[in-house]
Every structure is written in structure tokens, then in C-alpha cells.
């Protein structure tokens, strides 16, 4: 069914190999964030195939949805009081911060007679989630470690997330040092020091060796960019997700429209240019299904002009005839909140290449 999403699984995992053979060499380790295709199992399958072994999601619903044998699965969004049985049961792993969810998760651990494995976030000034007080850190870790069921696996940190800080070698140093201060004071080892999102490769670019040892990832490999400043990133795939329309009317019409203008469909006064009379198109998607802004039409002689709820409309004009008549397809390029709003709309069908 039209409209749907075309998933180019060799694609992605091409990416997935290649970002995993990089960051090995840097020592770093690397979980596939699958929460922006609602981890479908058949591409969660692909990013197996290449080679990675952690998968993350900020639900539980969607950790549901991943096989044990693809590997650990891990909750990102700290998880509320009232969900920790299902996180229990469905995560193999946590980001955590409070002492009151860890302390109900260790009894929900208990009466499933499994371990769960603990990340403790540490906030580095992008004001998300994470200790800020060390106080506070400190008195977690202790009673952390008194669990029973809970296994503490290391530090991790969150950035350009809320507050758009950008992962540098100083707060990452810092989240080191904590990570270092910590083992010292309990005498123990911690495997991971996990220093964020897709916005931290750009500090790997060098290939060389880190303090920290494991980055959460989606952008990169489901769009091929880093998040820091939205550059291509080791020359990833960037079209493994591209979006497919039907053309349902195809006019000639005037540019302005004729009449008084007041607000649109979404409350905004638009504003238009007259360019003489164009071919309009109108495609059958809308902003109910996705932002006409997070789109990119792949045949550059076409434009996007506008959307509705359930219209959008392009300029067809430059166009070969075969390509805007009804019926005709109209293929876009999507950036990560086109793809992550597509797979969460029950409108839009999805095929796999
Ligand atoms: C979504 C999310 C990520 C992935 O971020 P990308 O920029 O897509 O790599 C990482 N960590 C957490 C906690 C997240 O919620």
C-alpha cells in the first residue's frame, strides 16, 4: 500500500558494519538506537548482520519487540516507578538515576531470579537526566552495589539532547574522571563508560583510542550523518529510508490564491509569491503523517509548496509528463524525525529491499 516507506536493509547494514569496524578500532563499542523505526524486527535483523551487538530503545514496547538472541537490549529513557516489572522482563540493561526506581527494579529482578545491569547517568550540563550532585551520586552507587539483583556496568552521560551542549574532550574528560573517581573510592572495575549519542563521533574522527568506551547510535546509521553539526559520517549510506507517494490530482493553477487570505488549515497566515501559472501535484500524505519540512523531493526538479492534514501539494512544473500525471509515484528522501514519524503512523506501509 501507497503511502508506504522503502527500507533498504543492505543499506543499513552496510552502515551498521561499517560505523561497528570504526569504532572498534577506537575501542568503542556500540548500541543501534532503534527507537526511530520502532525497532522493526527486520531491520533490528540487518543491523545484526552487521555486527553489532547491543540494541537500544528509549520503551520497553519496543524492546518487546527485539529477539534476546539479536543481543543486549537496553532501556534509554530512565524508566518511570510504575513500569519497572515490564523493564524488568523485557531490558537486559538500563540508564538509570534515581535510587527509589533502582530499588523497586531490584525487587522486580528478585522476582524473576535474573540480574539486571545498571548504566548511572551523570549529567554534564545539558540539564536532561542524570546526577548532577555528587554527592548524591555517591549514596546511589553505595547502595547500588549492596543490591542483590542489580549488576552496576558503568557511567554513562547524555548531551545536545535538551540543552544542546556539544560533546567535547573536556566534559567527556570529565565524565571520565568521575567514571575513575568512582572506582577508586569502591575499589571495584567498570566496564563501560558510555559518553552519548551520534553527537560524539565527531570527536572519533581521528580513529584514535578513547577513556570512554561506548556511544548509543541511531542518526549515523539509520541517516549517515553525526549529530553534532549534521555532516556525512565515514561516507555511511544516507538514503536508506526513502518515502514513497501517489500522485492523486495533477493541474495547472494559478501560484497566489484567489481571494482574501485568512489563517489555514494548522491556524498560520501563509504568505505566497507570484510565479505565473504551475503544475500543481497533489500527493496523498499529509502532517498528520509527517513534517513536508523533514522531506526532500528526490528528483530535483520538483518542489515541495505545502501541506495540509492530508494533502500535500508540489510544483510539478519542470517535470517530465510521464512523472506528474495521476497515479505517477513521487519519491522523497527522509531526515531521522521524517522516518521516526512515519514508522509511528498506522497510515503508512512499509517494503523492504
Ligand atoms: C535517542 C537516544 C540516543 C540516540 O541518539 P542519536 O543522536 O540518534 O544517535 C542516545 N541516547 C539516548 C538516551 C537517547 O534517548
Redesign the pocket.
Known sequence: MVPRVRVDLKKLESNAHTLREHLLRCGIEVAS?T??FGADPKIVEAIHRGGIRFF?D?RWQNLQRIDPAMGKRLL??IPMLSEVEMVAKYADMS?QSEWRVLQALDEAMAAQSKTHEVLLMIDLGDLR?GFFDEEDLFATAEKLLRSKHLRWVGTGT?L??YGGVLPTRENLDRLVRTTRKLEEHFRISLPWIAA????SLYLTESGKKEEWNF??????I?VGTE?AFGQPYLGLHRDCFVLETEVVESKRKPSVPIGEIGKNAFGETPVFEDEGEQLRLIVAIGRQDVDPLDLEPLNPRMRILGASSDHMILDGTHLEESDAQVGSRVLFNMN?RAILRTFTSSYIDRVYL
Open positions: 538506537v527507537k526511530v537500544a528509549s534509554l529513557r540508564l537526566e547524555n545536545t539532547c552519548g549519542n551520534s553527537s556511544l548509543r547510535i541511531g542518526e549515523a539509520v549529530a531521522y
